[in-house]
């Protein structure tokens, strides 16, 4: 295997660094976390980073490009106002319909807005060339995702003649502007620009391997998928129950941690019903983690179950060490196909946590969706692949009663995470991509 401290020279191009705590953020510094820091740099579109911003090289490319949202004393300004009077974007990922005509004016100027200022034409300063030369990159990655970043990532590649590695975290090409007619000049600039990326691009990373197949088929390129790392989380002082009597205070817990966005809200408020029936034999209590505006937009929807508390939003690491402290791990996917478009390719970054807890898990959404289909394939969680009371019920008795059952699918579940998802080994697969393409295009 390649030796670590071997690392090549990687310019990260891409909307922010590794600060913050999305999705994407999370997997991109994990992923990259054993890397040498002196040999990896940035270009990216956030203004400031928030954090860690001394460990690495950057270079902010805001003040570059068009649409910017703030004015130079700081202060928003139009465009950030109407962002800020709009509700999800109509027409790109995670979107809902408008409940009023005001949300829906909002929506439409923000997406047209947004859409089309990445249309024109940036400035490319000599600072950037200055940035470049001086870090003397290797080769470019980026989870591109972004008209700008598409640009920024040919103008580079061409002008020093460096491959480029794409890194698909959701299916944004198939996605991105699609079935919104105002929206068909950028949905074409999108298309082309992922065109002239891939002529530049050996092969690719994705987020899942159901992904990978597809995207390989496409491009006629080979594609490997490289999801959310995490160290080993197991703790094997706290065990499973095996029925609710082994509980030392009588009480199950169940968790539940990731967005309530994309309807997921609705499944959770279905298992909640179901446990509610089930508290009459059993005191339950069902912690949520997710980010304080989700809970905002949909908590009002679980008042009515005393046994449901939110327990915030949490960075990784304290995240999961409350993780540890629950019984049984929710995982939950949308059914309805509008979402189910935006999530069928891909895996959340939850779920490598929950593998590495080696904790049961009961996952319900769509069989033939990439999240549940990978724990289903690979026997290593309780999945119900429609919404169905009694079905649900059922499964959930198997959680209560089958201590066989819950030690298997635990096993299997800390098994896959050590196959697929340990940070130290994925971390070194990585790196050994990265390097045979580096050798290979010299």
């Not at 700081?74 to 999800?88: H, K, M």
């Not at 439409?108 to 030369?133: C, G, K, M, V």
Request: positive net charge.
């Amino acid at each position: 295997m390649t030796n670590l401290s071997a690392s090549p020279r990687i310019l990260i191009v891409g909307t922010c660094t590794f600060d913050g705590d999305d999705a994407t953020t999370i997997t991109l510094r994990n992923l990259f976390a054993g890397w040498e820091k002196n040999n990896i740099a940035f270009l990216h579109l956030t203004s400031v980073p928030s954090r860690n911003k001394s460990n690495y090289l950057t270079f902010n490319l805001s003040k570059f490009l068009f649409g910017n949202f703030k004015t130079e004393n700081e202060q928003p300004g139009f465009i950030n106002n109407v962002r800020a009077s709009r509700s999800l974007i109509y027409g790109v990922q995670g979107a809902n319909k408008a409940v009023s005509f005001k949300t829906f004016l909002f929506n439409f100027l923000h997406t047209f807005i947004s859409a089309h200022r990445a249309l024109i034409p940036y400035q490319y300063p000599q600072e950037l060339d200055d940035f470049i030369n001086r870090f003397h990159p290797d080769v470019i990655y980026s989870p591109l995702a972004d008209i700008r970043i598409m640009k920024i990532v040919n103008k580079i590649s061409a002008k020093y003649k460096l491959p480029v590695i794409p890194h698909f975290l959701d299916d944004w090409q198939n996605t991105m502007y699609a079935d919104n007619l105002f929206l068909t000049i950028p949905r074409i600039a999108l298309i082309v620009g992922l065109k002239k990326i891939m002529t530049k691009a050996y092969y690719g990373f994705t987020i899942s391997q159901k992904m990978a197949n597809e995207y390989g088929n496409k491009f006629q390129k080979p594609f490997f998928p490289f999801m959310n790392c995490v160290e080993d989380s197991y703790d094997a002082s706290i065990s499973i129950p095996e029925a609710p009597s082994d509980c030392p205070d009588g009480q199950l817990q169940f968790c539940y941690s990731g967005g309530l966005h994309l309807n997921r809200y609705k499944i959770l408020l279905a298992i909640c019903e179901v446990l509610q029936q089930k508290r009459s034999e059993q005191n339950i209590k069902l912690s949520v983690f997710t980010k304080t505006t989700d809970w905002e937009k949909y908590g009002g929807n679980f008042k009515k179950f005393d046994f449901v508390k939110y327990m915030g939003f949490l960075k990784p690491d304290e995240l999961m060490n409350q993780l540890r402290k629950h019984d049984f791990l929710i995982h939950v996917e949308s059914f309805e196909p509008k979402f189910v478009k935006y999530t069928r390719l891909s895996i959340s970054t939850k779920i490598p946590e929950y593998l590495s807890l080696k904790k049961p898990i009961l996952a319900i959404g769509p069989d033939d969706i990439a999240s549940i289909e990978y724990l289903s394939s690979n026997n290593c969680a309780l999945v119900v692949g429609k919404i169905n009371d009694e079905l649900i019920a059922s499964k959930i008795n198997i959680l209560f009663s089958d201590k066989i059952f819950n030690d298997t699918i635990s096993k299997m579940a800390y098994s896959l995470f050590k196959k697929n998802h340990e940070a130290k080994q994925q971390q070194v697969l990585l790196k050994e991509k990265i390097m045979n393409l580096v050798q290979f295009s010299k």
